[in-house]
């Protein structure tokens, strides 16, 4: 089923899920936030088809949220690195894991897990980087007596 573009939206929020919100981009983004950086590895996280998995990474890259580098250990292969627009990221997958680990607890458990825990398995900040405005924060009522 194809979806609606939303690139062109008036609303940043169908913006950025054009560009980020489908589920295997998100998973890619948890894993590139927690160091991984090879075709191999992501290939081996997430099982996902080779060529899916391409498509999806050539558009992280070309929207500017990975970029291509030589490899670290100096070989032939190439690496995917985040850009200061792809760790910016973040915070987004560091508020779904929270939200999943308050929500929806991994089956067979008593509970959900710690951010702590989470965030080291994910690399992603178990918190958003920044505050948020005032004016993004739901309205809550104060009681007076």
Partial sequence: MRHKCMSTAGCPVARTLDLVGEWWTLLIL????????????????????????????????????????????????????????????????????????????????????SPRRSAARTGAPSRPSSPRPSSSRPATRRRTH
């Fill in 30 to 113: 948890r894993d590139a936030l927690a160091g991984v950086s090879r075709f191999g590895e992501f290939q081996a996280s997430l099982g996902m088809a080779k060529n899916i998995l391409a498509q999806r990474l050539r558009k992280l890259v070309d929207n500017g949220i990975l970029e291509l580098r030589p490899a670290a250990d100096g070989s032939a292969y190439r690496e995917y690195g985040l850009t200061e627009k792809g760790r910016s990221l973040g915070a987004i997958v560091g508020a779904l894991r929270d939200w999943g680990e308050r929500h929806l607890p991994e089956p067979g458990a008593g509970s959900a897990q």
